[in-house]
Nanobody, 124 residues
Framework: QVHLVESGGGSVQAGGSLSVSCAAS????????IAWFRQAPGREREGVAA????????QYIDSVKGRFTISQDNAGNTVTLQMNSLKPEDTGMYYC?????????????????WGQGIQVTVSS
């Protein structure tokens, strides 16, 4: 079992910055990837960014490339998503997820462990 706890988030005006962090504990070796998903009201949950263990790499959806950066601490237990130049369409509940995922755009079905979610609100 992998336990994930999100922190950060909040509200900001368009153009501002926020970060969300995910602290993983438990049997973290049950996963090789940690990703951030988001869900806006009335929309499907989508993968935003992901990072693979062992320096394999990172993935981002096109809409956040150049604005968001996902990183992992040296111990590999905390993953942070730094979000800059935020837009109102970035608003949503952000979820941290862990699982065994093939390298590529993060898919919901690849992630078995989920955090509770944290709200990010960007006002225009």
């Amino acid at each position: 079992q992998v336990h994930l706890v999100e922190s950060g988030g909040g509200s900001v005006q368009a153009g501002g910055s926020l970060s969300v962090s995910c602290a993983a504990s438990g049997h973290t070796y049950y996963s090789n990837c940690i990703a951030w998903f988001r869900q806006a009201p009335g929309r499907e949950r989508e993968g935003v960014a992901a990072i693979w263990a062992g320096g394999v790499g990172t993935q981002y959806i096109d809409s956040v490339k150049g604005r968001f950066t996902i990183s992992q601490d040296n111990a590999g237990n905390t993953v942070t998503l730094q979000m800059n130049s935020l837009k109102p369409e970035d608003t949503g509940m952000y979820y941290c997820a862990a699982g065994f995922a093939t390298y590529g755009p993060p898919r919901l079905d690849q992630f078995q462990y989920w955090g509770q979610g944290i709200q990010v609100t960007v006002s225009s």
